[in-house]
């Protein structure tokens, strides 16, 4: 017959299970709002620029030759104080493509613009849709919040498929 341990061993061992759960869950709760900030960081950089539009010179580009990273072309006004100019840049990628006309805003004192409207909005918070995927990982393995990380993902996969149906 095994003797049974002390009611204090196994109060002390029923509070150090406890303290690892909660030091498992603060953690990975931790590095999920660490990958979600900077999702927010890395789309912020171009989102400023597409969602906070007053002020900003709005117009349309259209690709006129595209080298390495970027592509250029001539920019046409389209909001008031906005001025023509003959070559503006924008980053190459899959949704812009030579020939195209795109609706843009300048980024204050440069040549660069960014898309802008609601292809733009959602391309500009792709990392943070991505951001959610890999923290939703997070959420289901460290914290085992499995609905919580369902929501991430789902949230995360809604968002990365609207910015690839509207490109």
Known sequence: MIPAMPASATTARQASVTALRFGRVAAMG??????????VWGSWGTAQHVMLTKG???GTMRVAE??????SGPFTP????A????HVEIE??????????????VKPGS????????AGV????????????????VVAGGMRWIRVAWALAGAGAALLTAAFVSL
């Open 83 to 86: 001025g023509a100019r003959a």
């Open 66 to 71: 595209c080298a390495g990273d970027v592509c």
């Open 56 to 58: 900003r010179e709005r």
């Open 111 to 118: 040549a660069e613009v960014v898309r802008s409207g609601p």
């Open 30 to 39: 931790a590095i999920a709002a660490l990958i979600l900030f900077a999702g």
């Open 122 to 137: 959602l391309y500009a918070w792709v990392p943070f849709g991505g951001a959610l995927l890999l923290a939703s990982v």
């Open 92 to 105: 190459r990628t899959v949704a812009v493509r030579k020939g195209r006309t795109y609706d843009v805003v």
């Open 78 to 81: 389209a909001s008031a104080g």
